[in-house]
């Protein structure tokens, strides 16, 4: 018999990684066997995650795409779904379904340099593309990483961070808008420091994510350097809720959000209306 | 012209009681099982029949009081042989327009599938009331193309056309009368003044005209006109817990209400109610053409404009839009 789309699939937190004040990772891993032997996923899929009682919510799938078996989400708290995920802890069951949307083509990148820019928690779609290239080191330019958040305790993937900094042929750049008496660090807005950065955007792509006022101020600085809008990608956020092209409320002119995207290049972007 | 074969009302019925459970409007215009064919009334009923298909709430998994959080059971679509009796052409076209949003792979819904296999679709020929339009979309009140049986009621029983292979190896097991021959379809209603639907490219480079504004502000989004729409698909998916057990649900939404497109942390790109008014005429007259092209959001059933709180009429709010938009077109040129 058919398999219903909308039917969760049981999963096991295997760790919980409290990020910041309001932000935790899980990692997970599907109860079936055979399904997490088969599980695929590609970088910039997304997936719906349950706490059992509140819901569900949709969530980027932020792990390494080379290891599907360890699935991982990153979650902030803004209402009552995420309230009850980040009441669970190792061990705890989930829900999952998924992947769905369209994923960065990364496959086309080969040969190019990549350039991401990103705020807060908008580094977690970004994520999986950084694992990619760093995994098929040889397969890709320079990667330069631009990565800023409100405050020192706001910066997520500390971890990942200090590998990405020690990668080959990898420039990791993290700024702050205003630091603390221990930070050392840079200070300034994603945009201002992505333009001090300077990446070049000959045979480079970019990919940006964050706040929506971070990216409406990073397109123009990518374009600014030289970065065509085909070059230039980002994810949308909009609300969903199926992830199946079904529910209708990711719809935007002839599109919805969570199949045809959420993946789009700003040239795409451009054609459709201006609703957010 | 094909001809068609008188049925009585009893060696329908008879007919119809032998695949399984027979669906009907009952008195309230909801679809409900009946053991007799009821009287229909002139129109469709106050429920679209997409009711059966698409329900308005249905479970999509359990989780019982005490099992552990693993032990999903997953609601089973209903397989059950069956009729439904009274579709109008209206709600059976919505079906077909339906079907390209839930029975598409690779996200086939089981449920909807599941029904839309088991169920006989068994239309009867109305009486167009003043609120009908079909005719808009090119169809009228005995059209069997979104249908397994037409029937066009006579005094003593009713005379049925085939509307697909389906329908004819039922129309095989019935006891009928004499073949008489079928008069050609009639023509659906519509208004007077109106002059053809929309481009829906037209329409759409037309997303910013402050035409939408004007309209917005006299529409309260009570969302009546989708809870009754034939074609409309929202639904969202949500968990009620009763006395420790949990239900996964999904439930009719409808594009209308201001939290449709409200995100988590607040952003919401449909503020505004104009803006919840022109998704809804984009979504039926600009975005599903283009998508499939053909087939329009919209079957003329006229339900929102009967129902609607502010007398707001859909077809003259679509044609005032098209008539500004074109004026200025003209102006320009």
Redesign the interface.
């Known amino acids: 018999?058919?398999?219903?789309?909308?039917?969760?699939l049981?999963a096991r937190i295997s760790e919980r990684i409290d990020e910041t004040a309001d932000t935790v990772t899980f990692h997970f891993e599907l109860?079936d066997e055979s399904e997490r032997k088969a599980f695929r996923y590609l970088p910039g899929q997304f997936a719906?995650i349950?706490a059992?009682?509140?819901?569900?919510?949709t969530f980027v799938i932020a792990g390494d795409p080379a290891r599907p078996e360890r699935l991982t989400v990153t979650t902030?708290r803004?209402?009552a779904?995420?309230e009850a995920l980040h009441h669970l802890y190792a061990g705890?069951?989930?829900?999952f379904r998924g992947p769905y949307g369209k994923a960065f083509p990364v496959a086309e990148w080969k040969g190019k340099d990549i350039v991401i820019a990103g705020g807060g928690i908008g580094l977690a779609p970004l994520k999986p593309i950084i694992c990619h290239v760093l995994n098929q080191r040889a397969e890709y330019g320079k990667l330069t990483i631009v990565y800023g958040a409100r405050s020192p305790g706001d910066l997520m993937y500390a971890a990942d961070r200090e590998i990405w900094a020690k990668a080959p042929s990898t420039e990791l750049v993290v700024t702050v808008d205003k630091g603390d008496a221990n930070w050392k660090g840079r200070e300034g807005f994603v945009p201002a420091v992505l333009r001090a950065t300077a990446p070049k955007a000959e045979n480079a792509v970019a990919i940006t994510c964050g706040p929506?006022i971070m990216i409406k101020l990073t397109l123009p600085v990518f374009k600014d350097l030289g970065f065509p809008a085909e070059s230039i990608f980002t994810t949308l956020?909009?609300?969903m809720?199926?992830g199946?092209?079904?529910?209708?409320?990711c719809?935007?002119?002839?599109f919805y959000v969570c199949k045809d995207g959420p993946v789009f290049s700003v040239a795409q972007l451009q054609q459709l209306?201006?609703?957010? | 012209m094909a001809d068609g074969m008188k049925l009585s009302r009893e060696s329908l019925q008879a007919a119809l009681r032998k695949r399984g459970p027979l669906w009907a409007p009952n008195d309230a215009g909801h679809w409900a099982t009946v053991e007799a064919l009821p009287e229909l009334g002139p129109i469709r009923p106050r429920r679209p029949v997409k009711d059966l298909f698409t329900p308005p709430r249905r479970e999509i998994a359990l989780w019982k009081a005490g099992a552990r959080p693993a032990e999903i059971e997953a609601a089973l679509p209903d397989e059950t042989p069956g009729s439904v009796f009274g579709v109008r052409p209206c709600d059976a076209r919505a079906l077909l327009l339906l079907d390209r949003a839930f029975l598409q792979a690779p996200y086939v819904d089981p449920h909807y599938k599941a029904r839309r296999d088991s169920l006989l679709l068994i239309g009867v020929a109305c009486q167009p009331g003043p609120n009908c339009y079909c005719g808009v979309f090119g169809f009228g009140p005995d059209d069997k193309d979104a249908v397994d049986v037409m029937l066009t009621p006579e005094a003593d029983g009713f005379i049925a056309q085939a509307g697909s292979l389906r329908g004819q190896a039922f129309l095989a097991t019935v006891p009928a009368g004499a073949a008489v021959p079928v008069t050609a379809p009639r023509p659906g209603p519509r208004p007077e003044w109106w002059t053809g639907l929309p481009d829906p490219k037209a329409l759409y480079a037309n997303f910013d005209h402050p035409i939408w504004r004007e309209l917005g502000t006299s529409c309260m989004n009570c969302g009546v006109c989708t809870q009754y729409c034939p074609t409309c698909q929202c639904f969202t998916v949500d968990d009620e817990s009763f006395k420790g057990e949990i239900q996964r649900l999904r439930i009719v939404d409808n594009c209308q209400r201001s939290d449709f497109t409200r995100m988590a942390g607040g952003h919401n790109p449909r503020q505004v109610a104009a803006s919840r008014l022109r998704q809804r005429v984009m979504h039926k007259f600009s975005y599903m053409p283009t998508q499939n092209p053909g087939l329009v959001g919209c079957t003329g059933c006229g339900r929102c404009v009967e129902l609607c709180p502010l007398d707001r009429h859909l077809f003259a709010d679509v044609f005032e839009i098209m008539k500004r938009i074109n004026q200025e077109a003209e102006r320009v040129a």
């Open positions: 018999m058919l398999r219903d789309p909308l039917l969760p049981p109860l719906e349950s059992f009682g509140e819901g569900e919510s902030k803004v209402g779904h995420t705890a069951i989930i829900g929506p956020e909009m609300k809720k199926c199946l092209g079904q529910c209708g409320r719809n935007i002119g002839p209306p201006q609703e957010f």
